[in-house]
């Protein structure tokens, strides 16, 4: 069965340092999304993206991060001067179909990032 | 804005016993409704979702959701837990409002679900 994949599996950095975590969507889908869970709190929408561009994004999505398809498969979030507050888990998601509204978003296992 | 709420912070239920996880929603218009699992150290795991049609939908590892229009709730539930139901639950909904919307998920902040044996 399909799945999203995502790399690394956990990442520690120092504060003000990028980071780039990587996902691997599903190869046939079309929407693709990173959510964040700041330990003991809900999970998050950060942005979604469709046909190479930002379709939405929270106000969580500042000017430090960014999204990027870089070829047909990986979908990337920089974070270029991580802080603190920066530190959770990371998901990524991704849907198919033309109904956006209605498909099944599927998760990856995540990136936990711990910034010290 | 649309949103959902997961009452109980945790549940706990004995193995065999049936399994019932709440979630009420508030959207502005059709509502489109989710039930997602988290084991530790895990992604999240889609389980089933309303959309339109039958009330009662059936999902994954034999769980299902009612859904219901006039107490704007979607349970979910399983007729006899197992241990290894044990994990975080989320209940979301697809926040559609503003013409720039996308379908993001609006999360409920999860239940915990303890099944002893």
């Given at each position: ?5 995502q ?30 869970q ?9 942005v ?8 939405e ?5 500042d ?6 398809r870089?070829d ?45 | ?9 945790q549940?706990?239920v004995?193995?065999g016993?049936?399994l ?13 409704l ?7 150290n ?7 979702k309303?959309?339109?049609g ?6 994954s590892?034999?769980?299902e959701?009612e ?9 979910l539930k399983k007729?006899?837990?197992l ?8 209940c ?17 902040a ?5 099944v002893?044996p």
């Amino acid at each position: 069965e399909p799945e999203v994949t995502q790399t690394p599996s956990h990442q520690v950095t120092q504060m003000g340092q990028e980071v780039i975590l990587r996902c691997v969507p599903i190869s046939n889908h079309l929407y693709f999304y990173w959510y964040r869970q700041i330990l003991g709190q809900k999970v998050e929408f950060l942005v979604s993206f469709y046909n190479n561009e930002i379709s939405e994004k929270s106000e969580i999505f500042d000017d430090q991060f960014s999204v990027e398809r870089p070829d047909g498969s990986n979908f990337t979030l920089k974070i270029r001067s991580t802080k603190l507050e920066d530190s959770a888990m990371y998901f990524c998601a991704s849907s198919g179909g033309l109904v956006v509204f209605q498909e099944t978003q599927y998760f990856g296992p995540g990136t936990r990032l711990l910034v010290l | 804005a649309q949103s959902v709420a997961q009452p109980e912070d945790q549940v706990n239920v004995a193995e065999g016993n049936p399994l019932t996880v709440k979630c009420t929603y508030s959207v502005s218009g059709n509502p489109y409704l989710f039930w997602y699992v988290q084991y530790p150290n895990r992604g999240l795991q889609f389980l089933l979702k309303y959309i339109t049609g039958d009330n009662l939908v059936k999902g994954s590892y034999g769980f299902e959701a009612e859904f219901n229009k006039s107490q704007t709730s979607f349970h979910l539930k399983k007729p006899s837990a197992l241990v290894s139901d044990s994990a975080l639950y989320f209940c979301a909904v697809r926040d559609i409002e503003g013409a720039d919307s996308w379908g993001k998920l609006q999360f409920g902040a999860g239940t915990q679900v303890v099944v002893t044996p």
